[in-house]
């Protein structure tokens, strides 16, 4: 019954967390956003006392329940040792702990928090791991299904659905993404949760934890014959059935084990005093009954690793202007002295700091505006970018889904008032000098009013008219460079703030 429990949350957790990020039109936020604010993680980072402190009672009341219902990326290791349960049974063994592994990988993750390495501890956190996976390899299947099923309405006369583009926001992410995914799949696959109590930081801040919860599996010596199923059948590793021992630290809280016993010698309860296999084995043979201890042998901790690189190469498709006379040349991403921000992430060093490269505000960005950084201190982390839409002013979606607090919730009025960049004009891109036409482009479409078209020639009244910006009212938005048609760089461009400031 309590196996089935756990099956029922965790894979409505599992679920909604997915669909979180696979829901481009930011419908299932409201509703089940709450989700992605009590992983323990991004908790931790914002600050959010309350939900840091249920998931450590938690913890000191049933163990690592965590690791198997809440943590989406535990879910998923479950889903690969499932599978590998199709092909081969009862293939798990004991083996001992490598804790100069886990504490070594803890103390680093820590190191990078502290230091400001976020990219180091997003590869290492549970979390950021499975966002990656999910914006980065499920989500253009997702996109791609719905395109289908947008094609196939619109032949019936039904506008339902509609199409969005698919595209590869970072190449150097998306293979992290995919050998993420296939070295946890197939370390899940053989040996169930190796991840988890080895590598994962939150996995072992939870273990010492879990030492110490009120309720927790425990063998009964007197119904025990020792067959070893349960250790078996354990995914963990944890379960040393030979000298009737359980490593709570690594116990993961899934309940397996209780149904595979035949003699009902585990059981889920408050821990006793209980006589040492010794002192059971003494008993036993006064009784003139004799005990034989069965020798497991152990597995190899780890596997072979199998290296897997997956490069996917999405070429798009030509646009053309109508006719089909000219093909428009795609914009090319401008060299910033400073990344651009979001607005609620009050400046770069608050963001990198609080950022766990989830991607979840990169998922519901309705204006692909939010990518992955390629830079290596902040490599994953969200970015700003401007050469496939803009920021709109009336859009706050990345600052309502944000977990860990890089991007605070942030009303439209602050949101139009916050200086994130400013623009800056390139006069060798202008198409009025060089092309010798008329455009404004950019001061037509400035949500601010910053730009200003004035004479190129104060002297000439018919010199081309060039933009001029007010860098006191511009809010960094990105629709000057977005809109303005010069290729293939802009002829106006947005650079960020270190620290935002209200206008």
Known sequence: MLRKIRLTFAIFFFVLITLLFLDFTGTLHGWFGWMAKIQFLPAVLALNVGVVIA?????????????????????????????????KKNRYSYSPALNWLRYGVLAVFALALVGGVGSLAALLAPYSAYGRIASNLFVPLY??????????????????????????????????????????????????????????????????????????PV???????????????????????????????????????????????????????????????AGKADSGQATEKVDNARRAFFSAGTMFAATTLLKAQEKKVDGGLAVIEDKKIPERATPIYPAGSLGARHFTQHCT?????????????????????????????????????????????????????ISLADKSSTQIGHAVWIKKNCVPLTDGVECGNCARHCPSGAITMVLSDAEDDKSPKIPVVNVERCIGCGACENLCPARPFSAIYVEGHERHRVI
């Not at 049933?62 to 690969?80: E, H, K, M, N």
């Open 219 to 281: 063998i009964d010596t007197s119904k025990c014959n020792s067959c070893g199923l349960c250790a078996r059948n354990c995914k963990a590793s944890c379960i040393d059935s030979a000298n009737h021992k359980i490593d709570y630290s690594r116990y993961v809280a899934c309940m397996d084990c209780l149904g595979k016993c035949k003699k009902g010698a585990i059981r889920y309860e408050r821990p006793r005093k209980q006589v040492q296999p010794s002192s059971a084995a």
């Open 55 to 87: 998931l450590i009672v938690l913890t000191l009341l049933l163990g690592r329940v965590y690791c198997s219902v809440i943590c989406p990326l535990g879910v998923f290791q479950d889903v690969a040792a499932w599978l590998g349960k199709k092909q």
């Open 143 to 216: 996109q791609w299904g719905n395109n289908l099923l947008a094609y196939l309405a619109e032949r019936a006369d039904s506008y339902m659905f509609y199409s969005v583009d698919v595209w590869v926001k970072s190449v150097g992410t998306f293979v992290v993404a995919a050998l993420t995914f296939v070295i946890l799949a197939v370390l899940a696959w053989r040996n169930g949760r190796t991840y988890c109590n080895t590598i994962c930081p939150v996995g072992t801040v939870l273990g010492f934890l879990s030492r110490f919860s009120l309720l927790k």
């Open 357 to 409: 490269a989830c991607q979840l505000c990169v998922s519901v960005c309705p204006n692909q505006v939010l990518r992955p950084s390629g830079n290596l201190l902040t490599l994953m982390q969200p970015e700003m970018s401007y050469e496939r839409g803009y920021c709109r002013p009336e859009c706050t979606k990345c600052s309502e889904v944000c977990p860990a607090g890089a991007i605070r919730p």
